[in-house]
């Protein structure tokens, strides 16, 4: 039996196979999990990336469009969730980050407000307004569970995603501050670089994925996210009840050296 048997997640962020979490829903429906999946802004995509998992084309799990910046369509989702079948909700994934090219790329001292703010809104601000639109969903409690990026430091041409980041982990803290009253744990997992579509748009993101295997002291493989995907699923599992506003590190050890970031 798997440690997330019986349990129905939600899952953000897939986009193909490549995607972080496409990993994470493959990994929790091997281990018991009913998976639903929100897709931006390619729902069809999506659809045809859903039947590439355990659950198979048969049998795919359900995928409801979700703009997480659009009021309307969170507001939305919980009854969405409802007629697919999920009355409720035992976890959460939030796989969502953007920002314009703007805001990336060693362009941090001239990006404008309005770049700064896209990016602080998908992918900082979204970790709550996703979590509170599901909430109604999550009466016996349950895991939020959201990939970061180790925001102690300032990585080369990661910019404003760097400063989103850093509130994502902040937002989480308070999450888990406020919910923890009602059952409900909040984890982020701080993965070293894989090579996914959105990492493959940040310009300049090569030099990072270049140097990690090289000094990680467990090594980096930027094309397995399986280490990341079963840490999401362990924190999504009732293995982890008493541990909320943690950041989970699953990058080879980088986190851990006084120089990671040169």
Request: charged share 20%; net charge negative.
């Amino acid at each position: 039996m798997g440690i997330l048997e019986g349990k129905r997640i939600l899952v953000t962020g897939v986009l193909t196979d490549k995607s972080i979490g496409f990993h994470i829903a493959r990994v929790a429906q091997e281990q018991g999990a009913e998976v639903a999946l929100t897709a931006y802004p390619r729902p069809t995509l999506t659809q045809r990336t859903a039947k590439r998992l355990p659950s198979g084309p048969d049998a795919p799990p359900p995928v409801l469009e979700l703009d997480v910046t659009s009021a309307e369509q969170l507001d939305g989702l919980a009854d969405g969730l409802r007629g697919h079948g999920f009355e409720h909700l035992d976890g959460i994934v939030h796989a969502i980050a953007f920002a314009p090219q703007n805001a990336l790329g060693g362009n941090f001292l001239d990006t404008p407000w309005e770049d700064v703010a896209t990016a602080v809104h998908a992918s900082t601000y979204s970790l709550k307004s996703l979590t509170m639109a599901c909430l109604p969903l999550m009466k016996d409690g349950g895991s939020v569970v959201g990939l970061d990026f180790d925001a102690t430091k300032a990585w080369p041409v990661y910019d404003w995603m760097g400063v989103a980041k850093a509130g994502l982990e902040s937002c989480s803290r308070y999450l888990a501050k406020y919910l923890g009253p009602q059952g409900i744990r909040v984890n982020l997992v701080a993965a070293g670089p894989l090579a996914t579509m959105a990492a493959k748009s940040i310009p300049g993101f090569e030099g990072m994925t270049d140097m990690w295997p090289k000094n990680a002291p467990l090594g980096w493989d930027v094309k397995d996210s399986e280490p990341t995907a079963r840490a999401c699923v362990a924190l999504l599992s009732d293995w982890f009840p008493a541990t909320t506003g943690e950041i989970v590190h699953v990058d080879g050890g980088i986190h851990a050296l006084a120089a990671a970031s040169q």
